[in-house]
């Protein structure tokens, strides 16, 4: 029953509050489909989703806060897929992906990291294509090989963006690179090198995670090109990999220091320089041979602190996943993946810089 005032008005507190049936009714479809749409289940065609938020808008069925929400999309799923190993600087990485939710979610993302074989380029497409089925877009450190470039190209059919970090995939679907221009960072190490070391004639050696990077690659060529033309005296040995691997690096530093008793500087192109450090200094000779490296860790600024390292190059862990996570929500909206994006910048630190 309805009771009206003496003014002949409805009494606000026993009117009947509208339900599902007379949303349906307004919007013209079923309960059924309201139920799927306000629960935002998928399978509804836009226009009717429209209509039925239209719907309960007017009949104020839903505070205007639980609306809001409800026309919010989805978040978006996005995966940093990095290499597994003792590379503190990517599981650091790793780690601030999954847990930087004050920053990333004004731009409605749910960011996850996983770990996987760096090497192996095989098990990397592999990973890629698989989770790919349960994300919308996938960051990860690059392999430049043919099955690589092939997944990336079958997950941007599939509407699947890939963005690549640190290490950059050619001819690719890839939406955006982000990180350094490792030619530059090379060059970087390699001015470094020359000056740190001065006029004194030596040998200079090279560690990298693997030539499979294209990023290791480019910080090779530039590192050389710069001692080629800028310091003749140092005479470059060929390049050791050491699958960013503490341990295989340790091994690789301990094989340089017996081989080449002139031996002046070492770049280690990749990560795990923890391991180069502790070869340096079991060798005695952490003080006399030029140390350069990449990515600022714990392990690195204690480097640098006792004197081990002398200079590193460095990618902000914070700007590489702000900037990652803008150009997905670029893409989502439509918007040219770079929109708003500023190149990442080298920054070199020092003992007596350091943040």
Do not use: W
């Amino acid at each position: 029953m309805i009771v009206f005032d003496v003014n002949n008005t409805e009494l606000p507190s026993t009117r009947r509050r509208p339900g599902i049936r007379e949303v349906a009714q307004a919007a013209g479809v079923s309960t059924a489909t309201v139920d799927r749409v306000l629960n935002q289940r998928p399978g509804v065609r836009a226009a009717t989703v429209q209509a039925v938020f239209q719907a309960a808008a007017e009949l104020r069925y839903l505070p205007q806060a639980d609306l809001y929400r409800a026309l919010q999309p989805h978040p978006m799923r996005l995966l940093f897929l990095l290499p597994a190993g003792t590379n503190r600087y990517l599981n650091m990485l790793g780690d601030y992906a999954g847990a930087t939710h004050d920053h990333t979610d004004p731009f409605n993302v749910q960011c996850r990291s996983r770990f996987v074989e760096g090497f192996d380029p095989r098990i990397l497409a592999a990973t890629l294509l698989r989770e790919g089925k349960r994300a919308d877009g996938i960051a990860f450190m690059a392999l430049e090989h043919p099955v690589v470039r092939e997944a990336v190209n079958q997950l941007a059919d599939r509407g699947v963006h890939t963005i690549t970090l640190i290490s950059d995939l050619s001819r690719s679907a890839r939406a955006a690179y982000v990180g350094l221009d490792n030619r530059a960072a090379g060059r970087s190490a390699g001015l470094l090198m020359g000056r740190f070391i001065g006029p004194r004639s030596g040998r200079v050696a090279m560690i990298a995670g693997s030539r499979h990077y294209r990023g290791h690659e480019e910080r090779e060529m530039g590192f050389q090109d710069v001692l080629y033309e800028k310091f003749p005296a140092l005479q470059v040995i060929g390049l050791k990999e050491g699958h960013d691997d503490a341990a295989i690096n340790y091994r690789q530093a301990r094989q340089l220091l017996d081989q080449y008793p002139d031996l002046a500087g070492i770049y280690n192109i990749g990560g795990a320089a923890d391991g180069v450090g502790k070869a340096l200094k079991d060798a005695g000779r952490d003080q006399d041979i030029v140390f350069i490296g990449h990515g600022l860790t714990p392990d690195t600024r204690g480097l640098l602190i006792d004197g081990t390292m002398d200079a590193l190059l460095n990618q902000n862990l914070q700007s590489t996943i702000l900037s990652t996570v803008r150009i997905f929500a670029n893409v989502r909206a439509g918007r040219e993946p770079m929109a708003g994006i500023e190149p990442m910048q080298i920054s070199v630190v020092f003992s007596e810089n350091l943040p």
